[in-house]
């Protein structure tokens, strides 16, 4: 498609259970990020995919978060043992850019997001 | 790490000038961004900075001052449609291309 899709839109848990969300980036994308953004709130960092290149999980709140991508293409977010205050929409966004190409102002393209609510 | 400051809430009137202020302490500054976001849709990108001065986009003009850490997106002739939140993010060499987010300023434009 044109544009970052993420599914499922809505999502309703139950407290405990795990949960998985799914990125599908812009094509030729090479970079992926996840972000959390609480009602009302600004956007949280969660983790960065770059490439072949390690992860940064530097934003991951806990070790029931974890997130995988296959190559250049889909990302999946897992949070295990749900807690209600994992509720919160989860965005994806891509980019094009590898650091550092700043100077073109690559910026990052957002997904719809998942409005996850954790009962 | 960065710090990013900006208004929670701001109100204007159809047709006015509203100004956006967002200050930050990084090391190793890389850019800033503004995005715009309304309610219950993801963020879409609006201008970036990396060099001091004045970036024009027809209603939006973004400012910014690296000696001052500081930052401010202009709108012009308000609409209705303006009412969102407008998000100042800001990009560092030492964070690769990862951009940190501020807390995002709730614009409500009134007739």
């Known amino acids: 498609g044109a544009g970052v899709s993420q599914s499922p839109s809505n999502k309703v848990t139950e407290k405990g259970k795990d949960v998985e969300l799914r990125c599908d980036p812009i094509?030729?994308?090479?970079?992926l990020y996840w972000y959390r953004q609480r009602l009302g709130q600004g956007l949280e960092f969660l983790i960065y995919f770059q490439g072949n290149s390690a992860p940064d999980k530097s934003g991951l709140p806990s070790d029931r978060f974890s997130a995988e991508r296959t190559g250049e293409s889909v990302s999946t977010l897992t949070i295990q043992r749900t807690q209600q205050e994992d509720s919160a929409v989860y965005l994806c966004?891509?980019?094009?850019?590898?650091?550092?190409?700043?100077?073109?102002?690559?910026?990052?393209?957002f997904g719809p997001g998942t409005r996850l609510l954790v009962l | 790490g960065q710090n990013i400051d900006q208004p929670t809430e701001m109100t204007a009137t159809e047709g006015a000038i509203v100004q956006i202020n967002c200050t930050y302490q990084?090391?190793?500054?890389?850019?800033l961004f503004w995005y715009q976001q309304h309610a219950g849709e993801a963020p879409t990108f609006l201008s970036y900075?990396?060099?001091?001065g004045l970036e024009e986009k027809g209603r939006f003009s973004s400012f910014l001052s690296r000696s001052k850490g500081y930052s401010y997106l202009l709108l012009k002739e308000l609409q209705m449609k303006d009412s969102a939140s407008y998000l100042c993010a800001v990009r560092a060499y030492n964070a690769g291309n990862m951009l940190t987010f501020g807390g995002g300023t709730r614009l409500m434009v009134k007739p």
């Open positions: 900075n990396v060099l001091d």
């Open positions: 990084t090391s190793g500054f890389n850019g």
């Open positions: 966004a891509s980019s094009s850019a590898a650091y550092p190409l700043a100077e073109r102002g690559e910026t990052q393209y």
């Open positions: 094509s030729g994308h090479t970079a």
